[in-house]
Every structure is written in structure tokens, then in C-alpha cells.
DNA sequence: GAGAAATATGACGCTTAGATAACAGAATTG
DNA sequence: CAATTCTGTTATCTAAGCGTCATATTTCTC
């Protein structure tokens, strides 16, 4: 399955410019030049990544960014910003917001591919949009749906983002702070203790009534998965 | 065991990025405008690494580097600097002061996680994520895990810990007051014969019933591993 | 080899981290 | 708009983990 690409971009010519190289590259777009229509997308197609201008239609491209950001779905989208050449002030403001790299008008279109994988590669070690799966557990990030041997597994939207997490980054310890952030976004005044209880609803739905626990408490350190 | 890092930062909005980023990557942040404050910190928090200003309030970056490298609980933390773009001179100095690094503004928060990442995987590979071994025990940080010719070998929390400290230090005595500061923080009012206590258990814990014992006891001097 | 100093060991409470259940408010859905 | 699911918080319970101390053992010195 193909990495999810938003392009935020207003200019027809450079946006189809865009379209075509990132669809060559095998990358499944998804292409607008509108800001709300922005993240109306985001939010509805959670993809790996977004493309976003500075100078947009309708909310200018560093408060879509902020916006993005604040959204626990969206927190965590790698973005890079697309800026003119010599808005110095502009740039540092980009990158103030929370977006992953900047490039500047005019770039080659390899640059940007270029960055955009060096970001992907750091960010989503097992690329988001592909079927993630560990021992007999599955996650599908487009379906959203998690199945256990086979069996689909019935999970509300917390628990679903909490076992995403956790499969992104199988066998590594997470702390309940990284979780909070991680999982519950960058700005939420969440209780620690509700990642245990989160934890403890999705251990009740995702193992076998016999079988053992597939995510490990390690004490005064977090928890970690598989 | 999330890696400790101080920004010393004064301008909010740069400061406030930083610390989502560097947050966002898993690291455990804290962040102070003033120079004076930030010399306290680091002596209190003994973070794994600085990340500093060239131009803060109360006293220059360069200033705070100096004492940093002057007393001895701090002589060697990484320290990257940040410098204004095309202040030669400041970088230069600040290399000269101390700095392990530095980076031109405007940057990309990438280029800033990635040049921290190549120094802590210099200076302290656990904090990396990279396995620690010697001999036929290995320490997954990541996973906080250790094994003993393959086999897990369950730890507590401190155990853990005084494992991990003597594993970045193999070889080396450590002596009690050493160990109580770097395992059990620096103001601790732990009882030095509380070291014996953990030594003991963590032996019990690791070495094989037959073998030799894999943590030397160096008399009227303290401890070794390997 | 005796005495002293340092370390090893075992036992004992106490603290605290995590599990769990119950509850109420919020969000969804039909 | 009512019903139901979902979610965050809190109080309680349990046990692992830890620090301390008293005692045993080892090592060093003379």
C-alpha cells in the first residue's frame, strides 16, 4: 500500500507539476488549494504526510499547520511548508508551527521527494497506509480495522490510536508521557493514570482469553508491545 | 529511560517549537530562557545534553558554556549551539569555548534532531538506542531489555539502571558515591551501603548459577562490570 | 593468627507503581 | 432527542521493589 500524500497548493501549474512527480514515485495524492478543504482532508483521509504552501486560499498555509497540529488525528503528520524565496521571517515563522522542514521556491521536484523521504523514513518506520502486523495481530490503517488471527477485534477510537502507536514502533518502551503526547496530542491536559486504564481496555480487547498479554508492563518505564 | 535534554532559548516562539519537536522524538525537555537559571539546571538535572543560544537574557551563550565546561558535574555534556546565520566569529568562538556543534539559524528542526542524534550516539550510545553488550550480556535500551546469552533475564527498575550504568562504563570503577549520584540522582539521601544491597541483587540477578561472577569488587574503591 | 576494616547476605517493613472497578460526563448514532 | 458507546477521573487494592539494619563472611594488616 502506498504512503498518503496531501499537496496543499493554489498555483494550477506547480500543483500538477507536484501531482504528477509524487504520483510517479508511487505515492497515492490527494491534491487541493483550498485551507478548510485542507483539513477537512486531513482529517478524513489521515495522510502521511502533507505538502503545504505558505500562500494559500481561504486561512493562510501557517494556520492550517497550526491547526493541524492541534488535532490529535493530525498531530503527528509529518509537514513541510513550501516557501518563497527570501521570506526569511517567514520561514522561521513556518518552522515556529510545528512544520517538520521547509523548502524554498523555486526547488527541483527530486529535492523535495528527496526530503520527504529522508522524513518519512525517520517518522514512520513501518510507513503508515501499509497493513501493519505483529505476531497474529493486524492493523489496518486505511480499513481501520484490527484483526486478531483473523478475527476482527472491536475497538473504539482511543484504543484504536493507542495499538497504532504501539505497532508503529513494536518492542520499544513507551512512558506515559510519550504516549499522552503521542497518542492523545501535543497539548492535552490528560491524567497519566488514564493511559493505564486505555492500556487496560485495549489488553481486555486485543488478547485471547487464555493466551499472554502482548503488551508488557515495564515498571517505572511505560509499556511496550509484542 | 528517555534522554534528558535543557534548550536554553529565550525567544518563546523558537523555544516553544523546540520543545515540541525534541518532545515529539521522545525526548525528556526542559527549557529555560535565562542563562543564569540554565546553569542551575543543568547542574541539578544533569541532562545528557544542551541545546544553547548564542544570544539569551542575563548572561551571553558563550558565557554559559564556559562555566559549564568549568565545573566539573557538566565538563562533559554535549552542548550544541545556536548561532544567527553569518556570525563567523560567534561560531567560531563557540567552538572554541566548548560547543560540540553548532547550527545557523533559520534551521529545520530535522537538521537539529539529526546533529543531537549523531553526538549522543557518539558520546553515549544507550541513549541512542543502540544495545549495549560485553561479553554475553546485552542491554536493549529501547526495549529495556536485558539478556543473558539470549535468554531475558528480568530486572527491577534500579537494577536496571546500575546495569546500564556500569554497561556505558565497562571496565571502570565506580565507586559508591559515584554510582549513588549517577544511579540514584545527585541529591539522594540513599545510605552508600545501599549499593552493596543492589550490587548483590543485580548479581544474583545476571550471573549464571555455575559461572564467574561478572561485576568485580574493587576493595576500598568500589565496583567494576566485565 | 588476631583484630580491624570492608563487604556480603538475609530479613523486615514501608513505599509506591500499577491493576482494577465504578462512575459520570461527552460524544455518537440511529 | 433518546440510547448507547466511549472516555477520563478517581478511589481502592495488591504486590513488586527498595532501603535499612543486624549479622555473617571475607580480606587486609601487623
Known sequence: MAA?????????????????HFEAEGYDV???ADGEEALLLAAEQAPD??????????????????????APETANVPIIMLTARGEEEDRIRG??????????????????????????????????????????LELDPVAHRVRRS???????????????HFMERPGRVLSRA???????????????RTVDV??????AAINTPGGKDMIRTVRSAGYSLG
Open 150 to 164: 483473523g478475527e476482527e477485534v472491536p475497538l473504539g477510537p482511543t484504543e484504536f490510536r493507542l495499538l497504532q
Open 198 to 203: 486505555q492500556v487496560k481496555r485495549l489488553r
Open 49 to 70: 504526510a502533507i505538502i503545504l504552501d505558505w500562500m494559500i486560499e481561504n486561512i493562510s498555509g501557517i494556520e492550517v499547520c497550526r491547526r493541524l497540529r492541534r
Open 178 to 192: 510519550q504516549l499522552v503526547t503521542g497518542v492523545w496530542g501535543q497539548d492535552s491536559d490528560i491524567e497519566e
Open 30 to 32: 490527494t491534491q487541493t
Open 95 to 136: 518552522l515556529e508551527t510545528g512544520a517538520d522542514d521547509y523548502v524554498t521556491k523555486p526547488f527541483s521536484p527530486r529535492e523535495l521527494i528527496v526530503r520527504l523521504a529522508a522524513i518519512l523514513r525517520r517518522t514512520r518506520p513501518a510507513l503508515a497506509g501499509k497493513t501493519l502486523k505483529i505476531e497474529d
Open 4 to 20: 498518503r500524500l496531501l499537496i496543499v497548493e493554489d498555483d494550477p501549474a506547480l500543483a500538477e507539476l507536484l501531482v504528477w
